[in-house]
Antibody, heavy 118, light 106 residues
Framework: EVQLLESGGGLVQPGGSLRLSCAAS????????MSWVRQAPGKGLEWVST????????YYRDSVKDRFTVSRDNSKNSLYLQMNSLRAEDTALYYC???????????WGQGTTVIVSS | SYELTQPPSVSVSPGQTVSITCSGD??????AYWYQQKPGQSPVLLIY???KRPSGIPERFSGSTSGNTATLTISGTQPMDEADYYC?????????FGGGTELTVL
């Protein structure tokens, strides 16, 4: 069964750091681009970052550039998101998703919650 | 920055057909994707590459494009289709989601 399982969320003070993890199973992880998408409480989906399946290219939304770093370890079938200098507006449910252009994000995890508050 | 515009809400009666639009500059030159999200659940990919349905997605869901507008059409809408729907596209090296449309099945 194809599955994505996020972890690492929690409560952190403004300016703090967190590292999210996404463990993949049931498919050849290295063959796919992987993304992080977040959803603030009561709000819509917001793309955060993508790590390409090959070539090592990474992409970020402007508001997280220089604060967040996406990485992957294909030997561990895992995707990561290092989040530094966290702000209240980063509070959201963070989803890990498989795929991107041209076939879409066809598999999603259940999400992990990040709350940035003092 | 690139934006995709969707109507905030749409309503439909059971068994009827409903369309949800998504507009964006030069959207016709890009692929459009559609996702369904029910309360408390993760999003599900409904349509990719404008018109294609992943396996397991019912045939009543279809996608189309015309000019700078992508459209998701649900034929024979069922009460279980009540959900939020999001369009998505790539703009250069960024992923953009529309604001979402809340579908109510009355």
């Amino acid at each position: 069964e194809v599955q994505l399982l996020e972890s690492g969320g929690g409560l952190v003070q403004p300016g703090g750091s967190l590292r999210l993890s996404c463990a993949a199973s049931g498919f050849t992880f290295s063959n796919y681009a992987m993304s992080w998408v977040r959803q603030a409480p009561g709000k819509g989906l917001e793309w955060v970052s993508t790590f390409s399946g090959s070539g090592g290219d990474t992409y970020y939304r402007d508001s997280v550039k220089d604060r967040f770093t996406v990485s992957r370890d294909n030997s561990k079938n895992s995707l990561y998101l290092q989040m530094n200098s966290l702000r209240a507006e980063d509070t959201a449910l963070y989803y890990c998703a498989r795929g991107t252009n041209p076939n879409g994000m066809g598999v999603w995890g259940q999400g992990t919650t990040v709350i940035v508050s003092s | 920055s690139y934006e995709l515009t969707q109507p905030p809400s749409v309503s439909v009666s059971p068994g009827q057909t409903v369309s949800i639009t998504c507009s964006g500059d030069k959207l016709g030159d890009k692929y459009a994707y559609w996702y369904q999200q029910k309360p408390g659940q993760s999003p599900v990919l409904l349509i990719y590459q404008n018109t294609k349905r992943p396996s397991g997605i019912p045939e009543r869901f279809s996608g189309s494009t015309s000019g700078n507008t992508a459209t998701l059409t649900i034929s024979g809408t069922q009460p279980m289709d009540e959900a939020d729907y999001y369009c998505q596209a790539w703009d250069s090296t960024t992923v953009v989601f529309g604001g979402g449309t809340e579908l109510t099945v009355l």
